[in-house]
Nanobody, 125 residues
Framework: QVQLVESGGGLVQAGDSLRLSCAGS????????MAWFRQTPGKEREFIAA?????????YVDSVKGRFTISKDMANKNTAYLQMNSLTPEDAAVYYC?????????????????WGQGTQVTVSS
């Protein structure tokens, strides 16, 4: 299992940017893909973006392509970021970080077994 802690959520206005961070903690010599999901009340958790351990591959849901960027801290591969630009009220949600040791790409939602507690993103119009 990977312990994950998200940070960086908050209240912004439509059109603003926000960067989320996810700090992972895993046994030594572990390597795992990381991803961001989001969820609003009454809806299923939605995949947003994923990145491999080495950061050489990324995957995005169509609705955020061109606006959101997932990246890794290459000095500390246990940390991932989600840069969110041109935010709209439809992006408001609780954002969750997730991790998987499975090597298949792109990862499926069911591959992710480690989850953070989530960070709230609110976008006012």
């Amino acid at each position: 299992q990977v312990q994950l802690v998200e940070s960086g959520g908050g209240l912004v206005q439509a059109g603003d940017s926000l960067r989320l961070s996810c700090a992972g903690s895993a046994p030594p010599h572990s390597s795992y893909a990381m991803a961001w999901f989001r969820q609003t009340p009454g809806k299923e958790r939605e995949f947003i973006a994923a990145i491999t351990w080495t950061g050489d591959r990324t995957s995005y849901v169509d609705s955020v392509k061109g606006r959101f960027t997932i990246s890794k801290d290459m000095a500390n591969k246990n940390t991932a970021y989600l840069q969110m630009n041109s935010l709209t009220p439809e992006d408001a949600a609780v954002y969750y970080c997730a991790a998987t040791f499975r090597g298949s790409w792109p990862p499926r939602r069911s591959d992710f077994s480690s989850w953070g507690q989530g960070t709230q993103v609110t976008v006012s119009s």
